[in-house]
């Protein structure tokens, strides 16, 4: 990846993470001010000894909320997400497969030209990785126990290559907003189903003597378009992740096999991957978008078709392995050809 165009995917994520915010505080902004339009135009015609929404305080503490949920995702997201995973920091090496992970953490980071972040272990037996933080210098890679002892020395260099580019590119920021506010609208959801469950035993307790016509067409559509908002909410929020996820993937894929110089490597440890068929529990559904390879049993992301492009959280891997392979083809290709053009000592 030249210079260029490195800055332009990191210019374009930075947008992207800033424009995700703003989505977040409009749609949270919707649901309260939407529930306050509903609420007064059901009220509005109320006797005059009856409570009349007029103070839209719904709105003003969704909007609260979800601005203190946006500032905490943007200033704790990568911790919350290593905390969740139960990660434990890597500090010395205790063993060879640990200080081999070590060294290949510190070389990619010299080939990215990037501030070596901090390494994370999870006791999970199922090979897996990924990279979280804010910006590179305070950037986190974790890899699983299982990952390890399952791939050679050059396999894992192009896995951390991978990570790497993540944070080269600046995807873990978008990523790791997307899992925190992702999580954050599925809490939401939940909890207003709960309270509409509850407040509708109570409506419906005091809504006998005629007063199902208050309110009139308007508010009816309203009260529809805030319920589809809050029912769909989480499935649309989680379909926008994954498909920022299965996008990135094939960057991050291209630029790791760029600076480890092996994609057949990339390749080759994506397939031992694939041949994991445990799920990796440590990790949650939440923060799948984040890691190399779909951390549940990859069923749904095993189809190239309409269920994988909706539902899964990463490409095929077959498919990710025929564009390294065909990489690694190329750069045999220039190999022979500078061989075959060299002439050699004089």
């Avoid at 909890?191 to 409506?203: A, D, P, V």
């Avoid at 390879?293 to 392995?321: C, K, N, Q, W």
Wanted: net charge positive.
């Amino acid at each position: 990846m030249t210079a260029d165009n490195l800055f332009a995917q990191q210019l374009a994520n930075r947008r992207r993470s800033g424009f995700l915010v703003l989505g977040f505080l409009a749609f949270f902004a919707w649901i309260g001010f939407g529930g306050d339009l509903a609420w007064f135009l059901f009220t509005r015609d109320a006797p005059p000894e009856s409570y009349r929404h007029t103070i839209p305080f719904i709105g003003l503490a969704a909007l609260a909320g979800a601005a203190l949920i946006a500032r905490v995702a943007w200033t704790t997201g990568p911790r919350r997400v290593l905390w969740a995973t139960g990660a434990w920091e890597l500090i010395e090496a205790a063993t060879p497969e640990q200080q081999r992970l070590v060294n290949v953490v510190e070389e990619m980071s010299i080939a990215a030209g990037l501030p070596r972040p901090r390494v994370w272990l999870v006791p999970d037996s199922d090979p897996n990785a990924f990279a979280t933080g804010m910006e590179p210098g305070d950037a986190h890679i974790v890899v699983t126990e299982g990952l390890l002892t399952t791939l050679s020395r050059d396999e894992l260099q192009g896995v951390v290559a991978h990570e790497m580019a993540h944070i080269q590119n600046l995807d873990v920021r978008l990523m790791t907003l997307l899992a925190a506010m992702v999580g954050a609208i599925a809490l939401m959801a939940d909890g207003l189903g709960r309270f509409l469950r509850f407040g509708g035993r109570i409506g419906g307790s005091r809504g006998r003597g005629g007063g199902n016509k208050r309110g009139g067409p308007l508010a009816m559509v309203i009260v529809v378009a805030w319920l589809l908002s809050v029912l769909l909410a989480p499935l649309l929020s989680r379909l926008l992740a994954l498909a920022v996820s299965r996008k990135r993937e094939y960057l991050a894929d291209a630029t790791g096999a760029q600076l480890c110089r092996n994609p057949a490597a990339l390749a080759a440890a994506l397939e031992r991957l694939d041949g994991a068929s445990a799920a990796t529990k440590s990790i949650t559904r939440g923060a799948a978008h984040l890691c190399i390879v779909d951390p549940a049993e990859r069923r749904i992301s095993a189809h190239e078709g309409l269920l994988g492009d909706l539902f899964a959280s990463h490409p095929p891997i077959r498919r990710r392995v025929a564009r390294l392979t065909g990489m690694a083809f190329q750069q045999a290709k220039r190999e022979r050809l500078a061989e075959a053009n060299d002439p050699g000592p004089a």
